[in-house]
């Protein structure tokens, strides 16, 4: 799928303009609502990735500390792993939460300024939060499959070698 390759609606005989669907007032409305919506969750993702990245640190001091425990010391992963993945996700999730953020300041300054090079601006920033979001979906359904399929087949070896 290519991105930009749109035809709208042209067809190779056809000499007539393309129709371009209109913005009204009621959907300039509705972009303006959905770009409070969107300035909330982004908010809210700003304030989960600081709490995901203290976490993280967090958790990697003190379970690099309770290693020295006797008690904890025989644990098989090393216990920084924890606060370190906190990191790694934080740090993943950046991305579509500044396209979410960018979408919501462009889609209010394209209702303020009737501006239609905000209004794509916005637009492009909104497709970019979806297709990061879709990717990181696509990951993580593949990532379960994997695992489940991991946990079945070493549970299995694992029976018929009790055997």
Same mark, same amino acid.
Do not use: C
């Given at each position: 799928?290519?991105?930009?390759?749109? &035809?709208?609606?042209?067809?190779?005989?056809?000499?007539?303009?393309?129709?371009?669907?209109?913005? &009204? %007032?009621?959907?300039?409305?509705?972009?303006?609502?959905?770009?409070?919506?969107?300035? +909330?969750?982004?908010?809210?993702?700003?304030?989960?990735?600081?709490? %995901?990245?203290?976490?993280?640190?967090?958790?990697?001091? +003190?379970?690099? +500390?309770?290693?020295?425990?006797?008690? %904890?010391?025989?644990?098989?992963?090393?216990?920084?792993? !924890?606060?370190?993945?906190? #990191? #790694?996700?934080?740090?993943? /999730?950046?991305?579509?939460?500044?396209?979410?953020?960018?979408?919501?300041?462009?889609?209010?300054?394209?209702?303020?300024?009737?501006?239609?090079?905000?209004? @794509?601006?916005?637009?492009?920033? !909104?497709?970019?939060?979806?297709? /990061?979001?879709?990717?990181? @979906?696509?990951?993580?359904?593949? &990532?379960?499959?994997?695992?489940?399929?991991?946990?079945?087949? +070493? &549970?299995?070896?694992?029976? %018929?070698?009790?055997?």
């Amino acid at each position: 799928m290519e991105d930009n390759d749109y &035809t709208l609606g042209l067809e190779t005989g056809n000499t007539n303009p393309p129709l371009i669907p209109q913005i &009204t %007032m009621e959907s300039l409305g509705y972009l303006n609502t959905a770009a409070k919506w969107a300035k +909330f969750l982004a908010i809210l993702g700003f304030i989960g990735i600081g709490f %995901m990245v203290v976490g993280g640190l967090f958790t990697s001091v +003190f379970l690099t +500390f309770l290693r020295s425990v006797p008690s %904890m010391s025989s644990f098989p992963v090393p216990m920084g792993f !924890l606060g370190f993945f906190y #990191i #790694i996700l934080a740090a993943v /999730y950046v991305m579509p939460v500044i396209y979410l953020n960018n979408f919501s300041n462009n889609i209010s300054k394209a209702v303020a300024f009737r501006e239609t090079a905000i209004l @794509t601006e916005a637009l492009l920033n !909104l497709k970019r939060h979806l297709k /990061y979001i879709g990717i990181m @979906t696509i990951v993580i359904i593949a &990532t379960y499959i994997v695992g489940i399929v991991g946990v079945m087949i +070493f &549970t299995l070896t694992n029976t %018929m070698h009790s055997f």
